[in-house]
């Protein structure tokens, strides 16, 4: 990850893409809000379709009430700002990430990329187990627009959108099978969602894992720069 990037502070009130400083509550407030669960404060997506969580700045016991409710007992929490949960929780991820917003990308619907629907979800959750590119439910695909290469019927690449805060569209799920890697499928993919995604007049972003060095210089090299570095933090509900 280049230094040379300085991103605009998350309170500057003149930045364009402040609604990316939650975007999992701009979503579900906004354009997925068809997808949201809400107690109190609190906002997450249906439990099938995404394990995002959106919680007040500073959150105090009624709010992690609220989460528990929501989440039920053994449940998993995931969250884009860390955050101390209650004596009793279990903290499964603080992984530090990245957040790259569009500075120019390309688009170009590639015509072998195929639309992936609720029928490939199959497929899709198979090719997530070998590559992990992150967490996908039975429902992530009713998200936004899944595509996919296929090389003799069989799935080997997949990209598609995920959160969609209002002007914006997450980049998400990029992933080749092991075996087709260096051959610039994800590039294609990439490319074509971001075809969609300018077509609504929106914009490209994305979130990676700040050690995966070698897909952002991919990112930075489309076209997306370095905005902010969110930390990615799971917890899990005591069980009952």
Same mark, same amino acid.
Request: glycine letters at 8%; hydrophobic letters at 40%; proline letters at 12%.
């Given at each position: 990850?280049s230094?040379?990037?300085?991103?605009?502070?998350?309170?500057?009130?003149?930045?364009?893409?402040?609604?990316?400083?939650d975007?999992?509550?701009?979503?579900?407030t906004?354009?997925?809000?068809?997808?949201?669960?809400?107690?109190?404060?609190v906002?997450?997506?249906?439990a099938?379709?995404?394990?995002?969580?959106?919680?007040?700045?500073?959150?105090?016991?009624a709010?992690?009430?609220?989460?528990?409710?929501?989440?039920?007992?053994?449940?998993?929490?995931?969250? $884009?700002?860390?955050?101390?949960?209650?004596?009793?929780w279990?903290?499964?991820?603080?992984? /530090?990430?990245?957040?790259? $917003?569009d500075?120019?990308?390309?688009g170009?619907?590639?015509?072998?990329?195929?639309?992936?629907? !609720? !029928?490939?979800?199959?497929?899709?959750?198979?090719?997530?187990?070998?590559?992990?590119?992150?967490?996908?439910?039975?429902? $992530?695909?009713?998200?936004?627009?899944?595509?996919?290469?296929?090389?003799?019927g069989?799935?080997?690449?997949?990209?598609?959108?995920?959160?969609?805060?209002?002007?914006?569209?997450?980049?998400?799920?990029?992933?080749?099978?092991?075996?087709?890697?260096g051959?610039g499928?994800?590039?294609?993919?990439?490319?074509?969602v971001?075809?969609?995604?300018?077509?609504?007049?929106?914009?490209?972003?994305?979130?990676?894992?700040?050690?995966?060095?070698?897909?952002?210089a991919?990112?930075?090299a489309?076209g997306?720069?370095?905005?902010?570095?969110? $930390?990615?933090?799971?917890?899990?509900? /005591?069980?009952?």
């Open positions: 990850m230094e040379a990037f300085a991103p605009t502070a998350p309170d500057d009130p003149a930045d364009p893409a402040r609604v990316l400083d975007p999992v509550r701009a979503a579900l906004g354009p997925h809000a068809r997808f949201a669960e809400r107690r109190g404060a906002v997450r997506y249906q099938d379709v995404c394990p995002f969580y959106s919680l007040p700045a500073d959150p105090g016991p709010d992690w009430a609220d989460v528990a409710a929501l989440a039920g007992p053994g449940g998993f929490v995931l969250l $884009t700002a860390p955050a101390a949960p209650p004596d009793g279990t903290t499964e991820l603080d992984l /530090p990430g990245v957040q790259l $917003t500075d120019g990308i390309e170009a619907a590639d015509p072998e990329a195929v639309r992936l629907t !609720a !029928a490939d979800v199959p497929e899709i959750l198979d090719l997530v187990e070998r590559t992990r590119p992150g967490p996908f439910l039975q429902r $992530t695909v009713e998200l936004g627009n899944y595509f996919g290469l296929r090389e003799d069989r799935l080997v690449a997949m990209a598609g959108e995920r959160l969609r805060p209002p002007g914006w569209t997450e980049i998400s799920a990029v992933c080749t099978d092991p075996g087709h890697r051959r499928l994800a590039t294609r993919l990439i490319r074509t971001v075809a969609g995604v300018r077509e609504r007049g929106e914009r490209p972003f994305l979130h990676a894992a700040a050690d995966n060095t070698g897909a952002i991919l990112y930075e489309l997306l720069t370095l905005r902010r570095r969110p $930390t990615f933090y799971a917890v899990r509900v /005591p069980p009952a």
